[in-house]
Nanobody, 116 residues
């Protein structure tokens, strides 16, 4: 099992930046699939970015070239650097970990609000 705690959300003007952090309760060194998702009320949760154990990343088309996902295994933390934020990026952002047969785990979410 793993517990995930997100932080770093807030209110920012369009064009601004935020960095989200996801701190895990155990070592993430051996965890392959980690990522960030987001959800707007009334809509399905959508994948934003993922990062593998070797640092391979993947992004939703809507955030490519603006968001960067990274991981610091020494700190058991995954980050999401968000630049050039747009009002449509407003959502609750959730950290996600896939532990394979053990199951997958979610954080409690952190709200990001981008004003126009």
């Amino acid at each position: 099992q793993v517990q995930l705690v997100e932080s770093g959300g807030g209110l920012v003007q369009a064009g601004g930046s935020l960095r989200l952090s996801c701190a895990a309760s155990r070592s993430i060194f051996s965890i392959n699939a980690m990522g960030w998702h987001r959800q707007v009320p009334g809509k399905q949760r959508e994948l934003v970015a993922t990062i593998g154990r070797r640092g391979v990343t993947d992004y939703a088309d809507s955030v490519k070239d603006r968001f960067t996902i990274s991981r610091d295994n020494a700190k058991n933390t995954v980050y999401l650097q968000m630049n050039s934020l747009k009002p449509e990026d407003t959502a609750a952002y959730y950290c996600h970990v896939d532990l394979g047969s053990v199951g997958d785990y979610w954080g409690q979410g952190t709200q990001v609000t981008v004003s126009s």
